[in-house]
């Protein structure tokens, strides 16, 4: 699986793996061209330094990952777990024992090249992402929102882009989510703020889908999904992901 990583990154992205420390030759450092940061670390552990049974060695990647919600879901999937040897809270190790799925490995490195990567070739890199967003009926009446129109404003989430994919969760008394939109445009000046909700910009919204409350309800998340909180935009698990998307 180590070769088959070089391979990916050296045809997507033209970068040859570098070995900084003589000492550790089975470690190799991927970087970009023009900030020279990391975006991949390859190495061989012990596997009890990892929290695994055994001592004998393991190749591992290291991955940036710049959600931290996005994060703490992936360490919940098999082969990926904190960062070994690097922060924690922006880092994390999969393993390349053929435990994750070479496809799911790839991903992993793309959105790691993407969270490195300048400001100006991530704007390039970024591609639609999928995010579960909190609607509170207490403060807006979302329950009949899309009655009248297939399209409506609403209060823009950080890191969110046009095109991306919002799955609204409407709170307590519903606690489920309700329904798909697509993000088609973004940065629409607004300003509004009370003891209960700030907005500095808005973001336009079409409904794609909804689903029935029992369909996807908080404790379906919670038992099925490993969501226990929705308190502001967050990414979703895969799995999460392909049941909203079944017909």
């Avoid at 992205?13 to 061209?33: I, K, M, N, Q, T």
């Avoid at 399209?151 to 606690?175: C, H, M, N, R």
Wanted: net charge positive; glycine share 6%; aromatic share 12%.
């Amino acid at each position: 699986m180590r070769q088959e990583v070089y391979g990916y990154i050296k045809k997507k992205y033209g970068v040859l793996p570098e070995y900084p420390w003589r000492d550790l030759d089975a470690s190799a450092v991927f970087r970009h061209e023009d900030n020279h940061k990391w975006f991949a670390l390859v190495m061989d552990v012990r596997k009890n330094r990892l929290g695994l049974p055994g001592e004998d060695s393991i190749d591992v990647v290291n991955l940036k990952v710049d959600d931290p919600f996005f994060r703490d879901v992936l360490i919940r999937e098999q082969g990926i777990m904190p960062a070994y040897h690097m922060n924690k809270q922006h880092w994390i190790t999969v393993l390349l024992d053929g435990t994750v799925e070479p496809e799911r490995v790839y991903e992993l490195i793309d959105r790691s090249f993407a969270a490195t990567a300048s400001r100006k070739k991530q704007e390039k890199l970024r591609q639609p992402k999928e995010w579960l967003v909190p609607a509170n009926p207490k403060y807006y009446d979302i329950g009949h929102a899309f009655d009248k129109k297939e399209e409506i404003d609403w209060k823009q989430g950080s890191g969110i882009k046009a095109g991306d994919t919002v799955f609204l969760y409407v709170a307590a008394p519903v606690s489920a989510i309700l329904y798909q939109c697509k993000v088609t445009e973004t940065n629409i000046p607004y300003r509004y703020e009370d003891e209960n909700l700030s907005i500095k910009a808005l973001m336009r919204i079409k409904l794609l889908r909804r689903y029935r409350p029992e369909q996807f309800s908080f404790s379906k998340l919670k038992e099925e999904y490993g969501i226990y909180a929705v308190r502001g935009p967050r990414g979703i698990p895969n799995s999460l992901s392909a049941a909203l998307k079944k017909p």
